[in-house]
């Protein structure tokens, strides 16, 4: 059910009344606090949007629609935005791919998939109200089309790694409505398929895009592979066949891939056999896993304001969760690598970044524990 929606007080206003105050001492901080108790899409630092309605697309997924305050900076389709609840007291912040909401400037909406066992996915499935205020960070990322629009886009989504393609589709039909783009789409099965209904509307109306939904058993391990049919059959991964067929010109177009490790793992794999890796696009919705010796015993020691503590971090262990396996409260946010609240400076010892892959040595730099791994003893020292 839609909530009462507030007019966005203009940022050049704010911004007036703030160098008005200023002389005052009243800080831009103290006045955003002072603006966001008024109304919290008036804030122009600290920014929050307010839910304005909420539906399901499948069992398992939701859309939130979101009214933003005019300081918050236009989406460029792909992107992502960091947003931040409250739970039993304690704030998480997660990233989410929004799309923009036709005939709402000030509105997005985001698609949460369910995973079982998470905290915020399942907040914002069961609880999360209409007319709830959350934080929101500015949009980023680069997983974005050209900023000249190509002539053909290729476009891989697995599960809810729908959400930034489908931001991708709707400028591209908005704007660019005679570029040809595939879109090979899997998902377990058609009940699960995020945006079905409105995929095979816009099929059907925009002859430019070619939609190959496929069934996919991707995500059970353990099961035999089934003969791929790209026409709406079923097929558990991705391979050569299946692309050559939903998309014979393949190699001549960018492509842009969301989804599920397994997708993308032989996504990377085909392009890079063809040595077309620059034309493929990633984002992983979640941070790889480290693959460190298990048994390794690496000594931690972390500087925090609350105070100094020490463990063991195994080399298979982030040493966010090697930390909190100690029994210790270690500040977070996103736990993926994009929030930056856990970045500690590195006094001494190596860490493996399992983001880039990269081996991190030496003082000073700022490593992030949530995707960090140790390979020696290390000293640290928080950041936040
Ligand atoms: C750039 C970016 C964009 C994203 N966009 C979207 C989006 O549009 N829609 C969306 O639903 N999610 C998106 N995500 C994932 C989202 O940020 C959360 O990770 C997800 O909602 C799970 O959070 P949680 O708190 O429920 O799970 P957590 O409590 O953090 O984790 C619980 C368990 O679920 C596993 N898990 C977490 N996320 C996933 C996942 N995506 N797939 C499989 N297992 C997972 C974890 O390994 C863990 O075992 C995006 C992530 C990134 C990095
Ligand atoms: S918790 Fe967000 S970057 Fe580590």
Not at 138 to 165: E, R
């Amino acid at each position: 059910m839609p909530a009462a929606t507030a007019v966005p007080l203009p940022v050049a206003a704010t911004r007036r009344v703030a160098g008005l105050l200023s002389p005052l001492g009243l800080t831009p901080a103290v006045l955003d606090d002072t603006l966001g108790w008024i109304n919290p899409m008036w804030r122009v630092h600290h920014l929050q949007a307010r839910v304005v309605a909420k539906h399901m697309e499948t069992p398992s997924a939701c859309t939130l629609v979101l009214q933003v305050g005019a300081a918050f900076p236009a989406l460029t389709p792909g992107q992502y935005v960091v947003i931040g609840v409250t739970i039993d007291g304690v704030r998480h912040r997660r990233a989410y791919s929004p799309r923009s909401v036709k005939g709402h400037t000030n509105q997005i909406a985001i698609t949460v998939q369910r995973q079982p066992g998470g905290r915020v996915s399942n907040h914002i499935r069961d609880q999360l109200p209409v007319g709830a205020v959350i934080d929101i960070d500015p949009p980023a990322g680069d997983f974005v089309l050209p900023a000249t629009t190509p002539p053909k886009v290729l476009l891989l989504a697995g599960g809810s790694g729908i959400t930034p393609c489908m931001s991708m589709l709707q400028h591209l039909y908005a704007t660019a409505p005679n570029t040809l783009v595939t879109l090979v789409y899997f998902a377990r099965s058609s009940v699960d398929r995020i945006f079905a209904q409105e995929l095979l509307a816009l099929s059907r109306t925009w002859k430019q895009l070619h939609y190959v939904p496929i069934d996919s058993m991707a995500h059970t391990p353990g099961q035999a592979p089934v003969t791929p049919s790209p026409e709406g059959g079923a097929a558990r991964v991705l391979n050569l066949p299946l692309l050559e067929a939903a998309c014979t010109d393949w190699r001549t177009m960018p492509a842009y891939c969301c989804g599920p490790a397994p997708l993308m793992d032989a996504a990377k794999a085909l392009w890079a056999e063809q040595g077309l890796s620059p034309q493929l696009h990633l984002e992983a919705f979640t941070a790889p896993s480290p693959s460190g010796d298990p048994n390794a015993r690496h000594r931690v020691a972390l500087d925090r304001i609350q105070g100094h503590i020490d463990f063991v971090a195994a080399g298979n262990l982030t040493l966010l969760v090697a930390g909190e396996e100690a029994g210790h409260q270690i500040k977070h946010g996103c736990r993926q690598g994009i929030c930056h609240e856990c970045t500690c400076r590195l006094k001494s010892g190596s860490v493996r970044d399992l983001v880039s892959g990269e081996r991190i040595d030496g003082e000073g730099q700022p490593i992030r524990l949530c995707v960090s791994s140790a390979m020696s003893d290390v000293e640290l020292e928080s950041m936040t």
